[in-house]
Structure formats: structure tokens, C-alpha cells
Nanobody, 125 residues
Framework: VQLQASGGGLVQAGESLRLSCAAS????????WAWYRQAPGKERELVAS???????NYADSVKGRFTVARGDAKNTVFLQMNSLKPEDTAVYYC????????????????????WGQGTLVTVSS
């Protein structure tokens, strides 16, 4: 299973973007999905997360502006980002915690985390 993040781009301050994260293959279960971001010269930080029971958590800096949600398909999560600010500029990564999935031999595999490749969000002032 691999995670594919998409939806990043260049926008102006105040505009919106919607990021998507999809798992290829069969993801049998997970404890939570999350979005992290890493700005140039800064450490990676948690932006938002959603648990298997749909409890959500947000960084203070994005509360009220960003919304994390599951897609209709069990293996997709979205991050709706409104009222974007220049300080939101970063590479955004999706993450799955404690995934269980089938490997190429259709045997179940448990891992600690899965990470996507990142999608760049640039917000101009």
C-alpha cells in the first residue's frame, strides 16, 4: 500500500485548496489519518488528524480554517484549507497510523506508519 497526496498548488492569500490523500491497494484498518506539513527550514508539524471513530484534532494555527474529513471510500482523506495565509506555505504530507494492509502476496501486514510523498502548497501575499 502506498499513500498518494495531491491537490497542492500556488494560490493567493485568502483563497482555498483541497488536498486529497488516497491509499492504493487494500487498507484493512488504521487508527488514524493525519496531515503534517514542513516549511523550509522548519520541523515537520501536525496540521490535522482524524481517527477511525472520526474524532478530529487540529493545530491551533489552522483551527477554524482547515477541515479534515474522510472520503466515502475507506482509503481516502481530504484536507479542506480555507482562508490560506502565506505562513501555510509548506510541503503537506499525509500519514496513516497503525495501518494493516495486504502485501503483494495478499498476506496481512501491520506497520507503525505509512507516509505519502508530499504535495507543495504555496500561498502568496
Amino acid at each position: 500500500v502506498q499513500l498518494q497526496a495531491s491537490g497542492g498548488g500556488l494560490v493567493q492569500a485568502g483563497e482555498s485548496l483541497r488536498l486529497s490523500c488516497a491509499a492504493s491497494g487494500t487498507l484493512l484498518r488504521s487508527d488514524a489519518w493525519a496531515w503534517y506539513r514542513q516549511a523550509p527550514g522548519k520541523e515537520r508539524e501536525l496540521v490535522a488528524s482524524i481517527t477511525s471513530s472520526s474524532s478530529t484534532n487540529y493545530a491551533d494555527s489552522v483551527k477554524g480554517r482547515f477541515t479534515v474529513a474522510r472520503g466515502d471510500a475507506k482509503n481516502t482523506v481530504f484536507l479542506q484549507m480555507n482562508s490560506l495565509k502565506p505562513e501555510d506555505t509548506a510541503v503537506y504530507y499525509c500519514n496513516v497510523e497503525n495501518p494493516v494492509y495486504y502485501n503483494a502476496d495478499y498476506a496481512p501486514v501491520a506497520a507503525r506508519y505509512l507516509w505519502g510523498q508530499g504535495t507543495l502548497v504555496t500561498v502568496s501575499s
